[in-house]
């Protein structure tokens, strides 16, 4: 009997020894992350997608019917203003002209000899051969052959008008972008102006139209800093700046955007027009601040702390209000809760206006022992506790 109790006493032994030594759970030294305040830039931003153009688009098109004889103009031709684009056959046209031309030849002379009937009429009624309704009709007569003048010469007039038409000029300095049109292709102008070229004015200065979240649109002003991407060259960076807002709405799929325009200068001409754009502006900015993590902001120490660190909490007990947070300094052996006052934060760096100073040193965080944990630091003593909780 007392074998046994000593082969069991022998066994538990061991068990615990084992326990002891190798299935215990050890814990690790409690290790404090931490970080000095930082001089740098920070800024908040506001992404979107939109598409590269041409900030001055020109559609010409002819404002008479006919065919088309010649072209001499062509995608990405380079063309002045006043150059000849194309032409159109003027077979009908030059015979409506030459038409026209012989009305007023015919009415010319018929005012001619209407002129002279007058004179003589008028002498005859002024010595009474002829009567006062014989005077009036020549005089009436005179009158229409005159009136019949001017409206031919109008009529010559619009008919060289529309022969001018026939030739088809560029209006500006640019680059052709579309071509709508082929030789032998018949084009009517009878309700609306047929497009013939597309013609971008100026290449090396482009636009991006951005579109704008509506919960983001609040926070765009006119001369904020804008970059973009576009997949065409996706290594590059190119810069820009807010230049219009337009307040006429877009609505797709109940989702509202506002088409915001950016300058994008394109000195190099790699933009193409239609690229699609990924845009980030630059809401606010700050240069040479004051930084510190925002996981700084997050940190709170718990019990097991208090082994080897006075922790000193702050002795305001109300939650920090807008532009105001705590952090926690290390000081030595203690950990000291100061109040910051903050500006821009961007989730990844917060902006210090006050409060610390860029020797302090930040706790971010713990490594090793048994703290730590979002559970641990959610239930810390030291933190305030919200109003109408424990």
């Known amino acids: 009997m007392k074998k046994t109790i000593l082969i069991i ?43 590269v153009q041409p ?7 002819t404002q008479v019917s006919g065919t088309i004889s010649a072209l001499y103009a062509d995608f990405n031709s380079t063309v002045k203003k006043g150059q000849l684009l194309a032409e159109l056959d003027k077979t009908l046209i030059q015979a409506t002209v030459d038409q026209a031309k012989a009305s007023v030849a015919q009415a010319q002379s018929n005012e001619k000899y209407q002129a002279a009937n007058f004179s003589r009429q008028k002498q005859l009624y002024e010595t009474g051969s002829i009567s006062k309704a014989e005077y009036d009709l020549a005089l009436n007569t005179y009158q229409v052959a005159t009136a019949n003048v001017s409206n031919v010469k109008a009529q010559l007039r619009s008919a060289e008008r529309n022969l001018s038409f026939t030739q088809i000029y560029s209006p500006i300095d640019g680059v052709v972008l579309g071509r709508s049109v082929s030789i032998g292709q018949t084009v009517a102008a009878s309700f609306n102006t047929p497009t013939i070229f597309t013609i971008a004015k100026d290449i090396t200065k482009m636009q991006v139209q951005a579109k ?22 996706i290594d590059d960076t190119f810069k820009g700046s807010v230049k219009e807002i337009r307040l006429q709405p877009s609505i797709s799929s109940n989702v509202v955007t506002y088409s915001t325009l950016i300058d994008a200068p394109n000195d ?30 997050k940190f709170n120490p718990d019990s097991a702390l208090l082994k080897n660190y006075e922790i000193i909490a702050d002795q305001n007990k109300k939650r920090p209000g807008p532009g105001t947070e705590y952090v926690w300094v290390l000081q030595d052996t203690k950990l000291v809760q100061k109040q910051i006052k903050t500006g821009l934060n961007n989730n990844t760096h917060v902006e210090v206006l006050g409060g610390i100073t860029a020797n302090d040193i930040i706790v971010t965080g713990i490594e090793g022992g048994a703290s730590g944990t979002p559970a641990a630091a959610a239930s810390s003593p030291f933190m305030p506790k919200r109003p109408g909780r424990k």
């Open 9 to 51: 006493a022998s066994i538990l032994v061991v068990l615990a020894l084992v326990w002891y030594f190798f299935l215990r759970t050890k814990e690790q030294p409690v290790t404090l992350t931490t970080e000095k305040p930082e001089t740098g830039n920070i800024f908040t931003s506001v992404t979107a997608t939109g598409t």
């Open 268 to 297: 190099d001409k790699k933009l193409k027009p239609g690229m699609t754009a990924n845009i980030m502006i630059y809401t606010k900015e700050v240069n040479d601040a004051l930084l510190v993590s925002a996981q700084a902001l």
């Open 212 to 233: 704008v979240d509506e919960a983001d649109i609040g926070t765009v002003l006119k001369g904020q800093r804008a970059t973009f991407t576009v997949d065409a060259f």
């Open 55 to 61: 900030v001055d688009t020109v559609i010409i098109g």
